[in-house]
């Protein structure tokens, strides 16, 4: 039988009597590392034992430290069948050696006990009287980039082991709260020893000078720390709640439906402008909305916000075999046909008419075009040159001054229509997305306009008071200048 023993958080008094009669008895007695308070205790009481310090010295990573650690007991074991692995605090707290020595032996059929005793979290729960029933989390330092934080509930993080590591914890903690967060820095656990435990802010976490193997911090709950996403819903829902605002509680979807599209062109003009903040606070804006519609969701008992990210995280796994699954893709561009395809399973297109009826109609027009030419172009429906697409150009234009002077405007509209959806495929015969040329062409007409203005400002003249042959030849003007800058 393997004996796997906790030696407590480090003082000799928090050894069990169970625990200690195991490593006298003991034959063949290893040690998971010799820098353990308890050690010095045990040394009269055990004639011969062995630690896996080395290892510390030898392997590139941690995991690979446990993994031998757990390997060498197994073989180790098969020489005398009789084995003691003894670990500090509690076998079961944040020990990968020993859960990876429990794997093993169950794998091989070998029988194991596991000795209990007061882990480093009781420790830390007696130094700092920390009430767990108010919830704690306790994460170890290198599982922390898969860990979601909660300023809501107390945080012990282990196995700071040096300043890199301390970095680390350090960065992914600025993600949830704010750089001045009084944190405690615990370097040693024992219940009996309390002169390592200070309060520091959070930004000076890698600053300490004598991080080591025992090192740990805590983060008190602080609900009133850096605003998250479980705010945002909280606010919406008071806002919309009994005692809130009289416009929220009074939205509806439909009420509301164009104001996210409004939002949405505001992001995208942050973007084009490069203005950070702005795309910050209108990113806000637009999750606002999304939240919003989940409030107005939950009040009508239908979903909330849950139900539309697990429907978007199931959407982007079954979209992305490539990375969830099993499927092999060469570049972006099989990527997209994947895409497409999948697109087409779930929403049940079976026909290429069905996949242009299921472009969203509410889409700028411009853009509406575009990705229905190219769902017609799939299967080479499409113009071979420019040239044929220019010329199918010049016929609607001819088709739009057969009609204009008619008093038929049902038959006029469908010809100018005609002519903006035949410039279109120009655009996308070009690559040149369409809704950016053409506001191109607008910032430059106003520039232009804007030319023309200032000229009969200075000139003492009202735009109204020129011809319309004045102003032409002020455009011209505004153009050469415009081509003289290029």
């Not at 990375?323 to 290429?352: H, M, P, R």
């Not at 049902?410 to 950016?436: M, Q, S, T, Y």
Request: hydrophobic share 35%.
């Amino acid at each position: 039988m393997i004996k796997i023993i906790g030696l407590g958080p480090g003082s000799p008094e928090a050894l069990t009597i169970g625990a200690v009669k195991a490593l006298e008895e003991g034959k063949n007695v290893f040690f998971r590392t010799g820098k353990h308070p308890s050690i010095d205790y045990l040394k009269d009481k055990i004639s011969e034992f062995k630690t896996y310090d080395h290892y510390y010295e030898t392997s590139e990573n941690f995991d690979e430290v446990y993994d031998n650690i757990a390997k060498d007991i197994i073989n180790n074991y098969k020489e005398s069948e009789e084995l003691v692995y003894a670990v500090p605090g509690h076998p079961l707290v944040a020990e990968k050696s020993v859960f990876n020595l429990i794997s093993l032996c169950e794998e091989k059929g070998i029988k194991y006990k596991i000795y209990p005793a007061v882990s480093f979290i009781d420790s830390m729960m007696d130094m700092l009287k920390i009430d767990p029933i108010e919830g704690l989390k306790i994460i170890d330092a290198f599982d922390i980039n898969n860990q979601v934080l909660d300023k809501r509930v107390g945080t012990i993080i282990t196995q700071i082991y040096n300043p890199i590591i301390a970095s680390e914890v350090k960065l992914k903690l600025l993600e949830y709260y704010n750089d001045e967060t009084e944190i405690i820095f615990v370097r040693d656990e024992d219940i009996n020893s309390r002169d390592s435990v200070r309060k520091i802010p959070l930004y000076e976490l890698d600053m300490q000078e004598d991080i080591d193997y025992s090192t740990s911090i805590y983060i008190p709950r602080n609900e009133d720390n850096r605003k998250d996403f479980n705010d945002l819903v909280e606010i919406i829902d008071i806002l919309r709640g009994e005692n809130g605002c009289p416009w929220d509680m009074e939205q509806s979807h439909e009420s509301i439906k164009n104001q996210i599209v409004e939002e949405a062109y505001e992001v995208v003009e942050a973007i084009e402008k490069d203005d950070i903040d702005g795309l910050i606070e209108e990113l806000g804006d637009v999750l606002l909305h999304v939240i919003f519609h989940a409030s107005i969701g939950k009040d009508d008992g239908y979903f909330n916000i849950s139900d539309v990210i697990g429907a978007i995280c199931e959407k982007m796994i079954y979209r992305h075999p490539h990375v969830f699954g099993d499927v092999n893709v060469e570049n972006s561009g099989e990527v997209l046909v994947n895409w497409e395809e999948l697109k087409k399973k779930e929403k049940d297109f079976e026909t290429i008419t069905d996949e242009m009826n299921g472009i969203a109609r509410t889409l700028p027009s411009l853009i509406r075009a575009n990705k229905v030419q190219k769902k017609a172009a799939k299967v080479g429906f499409d113009w071979d040159r420019v040239e044929d697409a220019a010329l199918k150009v010049e016929e609607e234009l001819k088709e739009v001054l057969d009609v204009y002077k008619s008093n038929n405007k049902e038959k006029i509209k469908g010809e100018v229509g005609d002519l903006i959806f035949a410039c279109v495929n120009i655009a996308r015969l070009l690559d040149i997305d369409e809704e950016d040329a053409l506001n191109l062409t607008i910032k430059k007409f106003i520039n232009r306009f804007s030319y023309i203005e200032e000229t009969a400002i200075k000139s003492n003249k009202k735009l109204a008071e020129m011809t319309l042959e004045e102003m032409d030849e002020i455009w011209e003007k505004a153009k050469s200048e415009e081509n003289n800058k290029k």
